[in-house]
């Protein structure tokens, strides 16, 4: 199956070699696979259309990444080619609409991103001279996305997953940990500075550097 749509995509050419990771420069940022609100703001809520994937350039140069696509748990059927170029520190959202319209386009069943809510592994491929090299994948649990979780790197492109969310907020010990964030299609995965940091700060501000003893 997973052959025979990347042939109707046309991505690919007949002999796959599939290669490991090695320092990419593009990699998954952020995932919400459980939408319970319009996510891709077309005034409607979809389990399909709704669920979304970011990739982010970790890198400190521009990647064209009309080479990249995307696939969903073992099956590893396609559901999204990129296109364009991704700006250092950029990131690119894509919506289960999009990933909708990518597999119409391309003759493939309109599945969308596919994102199991019991769990799924996203993988990201790089496709170049007739090589599908895999650039990253993370594969999460369902408590990671569970109604409008997402689950995402903090900060950008680290090695650090985090839950973002504020929607439906984590308090288990089984990490990734919650953040108290809100996802961030598309933008920055950012966070506040923690409370213990900013109130030091504060006392730094109001009393000055502690005096040394003589
Ligand atoms: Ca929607
Ligand atoms: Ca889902
Ligand atoms: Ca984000």
Do not use: H
């Amino acid at each position: 199956m997973f052959r025979r749509d990347i042939a109707r995509a046309s991505v690919v050419a007949a002999t796959l070699v599939f290669a490991l990771p090695c320092g990419a420069q593009v990699v998954i940022n952020e995932i919400l696979g459980d939408p319970g609100i319009d996510w891709n703001g077309d005034g409607a809520v979809s389990f399909k259309d709704d669920e979304w994937v970011e990739i982010v350039n970790a890198g400190n140069t521009p990647v064209d990444i009309t080479s990249y696509r995307l696939s969903d748990g073992g099956t590893r059927i396609l559901r999204f080619g990129f296109a364009g170029m991704l700006q250092p520190g950029a990131t690119r959202v894509v919506f289960g609409s999009e990933s909708v319209a990518w597999e119409s386009a391309n003759g493939l069943s309109t599945a969308g991103l596919s994102l199991n809510n019991a769990g799924d592994t996203v993988r990201l491929w790089q496709v170049a001279a007739g090589d599908t090299t895999l650039a990253d994948s993370y594969t999460y649990a369902g408590f990671e996305i569970l109604d409008d979780r997402s689950v995402g790197r903090l900060p950008d492109g680290a090695a650090q997953w985090r839950l973002w969310d504020a929607r439906n907020p984590y308090s288990g010990m089984t990490p990734p940990l919650g953040t108290g964030c809100a996802p961030t299609p598309g933008g920055a995965n950012q966070c506040p500075t923690s409370v213990q940091s900013t109130a030091w700060g504060a006392v730094k501000r109001i009393y000055g550097a502690p005096q040394r003893q003589r």
